[in-house]
């Protein structure tokens, strides 16, 4: 495989992973994700949401896209963990206006978002290491 379908191959997977890490935090609030695309060879992701509208991302950089939400930043708090703190607050009303069955499936889907959403993050800082790599490669 040469630079380019492996830089291709990496552009896919991160634009799945964004699109899968947007339908799983949608647990915590709407999916602001509009569209997404691959621009420049795989160098570039377009990514158009409700937050910052069209945006541009470097594949090297593709993590930066939820470091605020994931990390926070200075004595901000990450935003994604804030709404899954809030959301597990209220478990208890929760309890009491959901079914067994709605209930049950909605604290599984919870949980399996936070942790979910974490590791796809992680993946997309393995693929700017990757990124990189390749450009070593040259």
Do not use: H, Q
Request: hydrophobic share 35%; proline share 2%.
């Amino acid at each position: 495989m040469n630079k380019l379908e492996k830089l291709m191959k990496l552009s896919n997977e991160a634009v799945d992973l964004i699109k899968e890490f947007r339908e799983e935090a949608e647990i915590l609030g709407t999916n602001p994700l509009r569209s997404i695309s691959i621009k420049n060879g795989g160098e570039v992701i377009e990514v158009d949401d409700d937050f910052d509208g069209i945006k541009e991302y470097p594949i090297n950089k593709i993590s930066s896209i939820f470091e605020l939400e994931m990390r926070g930043v200075g004595p901000c708090t990450a935003g994604f963990y804030e709404a899954v703190s809030l959301a597990e607050a209220d478990l208890e009303y929760d309890f009491k206006r959901y079914s067994k069955e709605e209930f049950k499936e909605y604290v599984g889907n919870l949980k399996y978002a936070e942790y979910r959403c974490e590791a796809i993050y992680e993946r997309l800082e393995e693929i700017e290491k990757e990124v990189e790599e390749l450009k070593v490669e040259i």
